[in-house]
């Protein structure tokens, strides 16, 4: 390598945070890579450490569905980092706000819930059910339509089932917005809003949108605290301390056995990975061609996590339709799978989903 060549800027997209949103989306994806299992709505002889690379993926297989929380808590510290000053200090207007994030969320949403849609009607007509997700009716197509599929009027997860997780998200938008035009850039209201979940779990009343809303605040907390010492001078000695107490957080979660109990499991990651956002986000000086690759699979995320599902169910069609099995334990088909996955995504981003988002915000924003 050409040691010449130039660095990107310590702060160009924040790379490390691209770098571990990718991760978690990779994680997610490798969760739901049981789905090949389901016929219908159930796995069927499912051997969950017979799946290909089990021992270099075993957490992912194991805990992939944690990377929501963990991009909850990303979405709150990219959202504090960007947006904290703007909106309490009126630079940025409530229209450009909430126009930047449908544009973003919404066209893609839009497409794969239809895309689902079909191919759903395909797979029922010929399994009699539905696939993995059996929500599949009117009233439900509704609230996705409007990106409230898992506001508290759902019956469970329905057609294109990872959105729900956004569908949390749009919310907390809302209260992100109005927290910061209502009480400027107060720490205080953070500190409020990661306080509701352990809150609610001393009084018995878990609620997943107190969880996701206690995770994007404390990524919030986390974008704050860095803000605050980054460049100065004791900033290498504020990250060592933070590494610092990382390693003794997951020490001391291993030792207590916390990642075998899921309620356990969210108190942790609700401490740990704010810590892990500090560390991700400061200096990352790598060569500009890393930057750029960087850059590109930071932007397959929201793509891969809405294509996968709508891509299993067509690989599961049209292995049906060829009467075969789906190789569920084969490597090669386990390779295939996801560079078909990252590949519709690459192409996705730039043939749809950001030319339709450009489009959207110069039509309402210029």
């Not at 969760?31 to 690379?53: E, I, K």
């Not at 986000?281 to 699979?297: D, E, F, N, T």
């Not at 334990?329 to 730039?350: E, I, K, P, Q, T």
Request: glycine share 8%; with cysteine.
């Amino acid at each position: 390598m050409n040691f010449a060549t130039p660095i990107a800027r310590p702060d160009d997209k924040l790379l490390g945070l691209e770098v571990l949103r990718f991760t978690t989306a990779l994680a997610i994806l490798l969760w739901h890579y049981q789905h090949f299992a389901f016929v219908g709505l159930t796995a069927v002889n499912f051997v969950a450490d017979r799946q290909p690379f089990y021992g270099l993926f075993s957490l992912f297989f194991q805990q992939g569905l944690r990377g929501v929380q963990i991009f909850w808590c990303i979405s709150g510290f990219i959202f504090f980092y960007k947006y904290r000053d703007t909106l309490s200090e009126r630079k940025l207007d409530g229209q450009t706000f909430f126009v930047l994030r449908f544009s973003r969320l919404y066209p893609l949403h839009l497409a794969t819930l239809l895309l689902v849609v079909g191919l759903q009607g395909l797979y029922v007509g010929s399994h009699g059910v539905p696939f993995v997700y059996e929500n599949n009716n009117l009233k439900h197509f509704l609230l996705q339509i409007f990106m409230a599929s898992y506001w508290g009027l759902q019956d469970g997860y329905s057609f294109n089932g990872p959105i729900w997780s956004i569908s949390i998200e749009i919310l907390i938008y809302v209260i992100f917005f109005v927290g910061l035009r209502l009480f400027g850039r107060s720490i205080w209201v953070n500190v409020a809003m990661v306080g509701l979940y352990p809150l609610a779990r001393v009084l018995g009343l878990y609620s997943v949108f107190i969880l996701g809303l206690s995770y994007f605040y404390a990524g919030g907390l986390a974008a704050i605290f860095r803000s605050r010492l980054v460049g100065h001078r004791l900033w290498p000695q504020v990250q060592a301390g933070v590494l610092v107490c990382l390693i003794a957080g997951l020490a001391a979660a291993a030792g207590l056995h916390v990642f075998n109990d899921k309620p356990m499991i969210n108190d942790a990651l609700l401490i740990l990975t704010p810590l892990v956002l500090v560390l991700a986000s400061g200096q990352l000086p790598v060569p500009s061609l890393v930057a750029r690759i960087i850059k590109g699979l930071g932007n397959l995320t929201y793509a891969s996590y809405l294509l996968h599902f709508p891509l299993q169910l067509a690989a599961v069609l049209v292995f049906a339709a060829l009467g075969l099995a789906i190789p569920l334990y084969d490597n090669l088909f386990f390779l295939g799978y996801f560079a078909l996955v990252l590949g519709a995504s690459y192409l996705v981003f730039w043939i749809f989903e950001k030319p339709v988002q450009d489009a959207l915000r110069k039509a309402w924003l210029m």
